[in-house]
């Protein structure tokens, strides 16, 4: 699957402000600090204005999130000439937000495997011959021919004296299964032997494999509970940040002070460690075939001591 022009928007804000920092430190280190100035300055515009959108979208829509703090440092840093502070905020900060679309993009691909399997129609007996039919066309009682190599459609029972299924997409077993007439036959399931006949008990909708891909989804989208606490407290750890900011510099009347309390408070890699490591693991687990319900039981496994 093709990355998004999100993902590839992600990639330059990265790349730039990377190259910004390291440029801008060749020039310090050459003794031209002014042009390095510059270029600090070229490499964080463009993460900053990218992280003021967001958070602006973010507001628009009722949250409040910690990305607040790294746009307040950025802004700061550049107002009252930390330039280099500046910029390594902004290399934190996009790197971040790349590692994050990389792992959304490998959930994606994973998501996109899931979905190819599907079949789009089904070989459906009908008045002695067979008709190709959307999936969405059959229901419960449809007599289906499975011929060899082919994905079970929808759940079924078997309607042949024996069928030989290879289940390892759905239950990680390696060795095809031998089903008798009148077993139980998985959509999602390939057929490993000779072609046999299938009576529909579901319609493709409600079947087991079209209920796996539902769950990777929900999955996906779930947030754990350390990431829903993070969220809850991301207000009052903003004022605090501010609060604590501002008496740095009234106290001292260095505004610097205010700017390194600004700097130091920036979250950047735990605003997204989380979803990350969350999104990675759900989508990781399902290229091989283990589905977990959510983040929040993905989480949980994290303490487990004994099996």
Known sequence: METTRTDRFKTAILL??????????????????????????AGVVPALAALVVEILRSLRSGEVGLDIVAALSMSAALVF????????????????????????????????DLLSRVPRTATRHRNGGLEEVPLNEIAPGDRLLIRQGDVVPVDGTVSSETAFVDTSALTGESLPVRLRYGAEAMSGSTNAGEAFDLIATHEAKDSTYAGIVRLVEEAQASKAPMSRLADRWSLGFLAVTVSIAFAAWWFTGDPIRAVA?????????LILAVPV????????????????KGAGPL?????????
């Open 81 to 112: 000439g930390e330039t280099l502070a500046a910029a390594v905020v902004a290399v934190m900060y996009s790197g971040g937000t790349f590692l994050e679309a990389f792992a959304e993009g490998r959930a994606r691909r994973e998501m996109h």
């Open 16 to 41: 730039i402000a990377a190259t910004g920092l390291i440029a801008g430190l060749a020039f310090y280190f050459s003794g031209e600090p002014d042009v390095a100035n510059a270029v600090w300055i």
């Open 277 to 292: 490591a969350l999104v990675a693991g759900l989508s990781r687990a399902a290229h091989f075939g283990v589905l977990i």
């Open 261 to 269: 309390v600004l700097v130091v408070a920036t979250p950047c890699p």
């Open 299 to 307: 989480e949980t496994m994290a303490r487990i001591r004994t099996l």
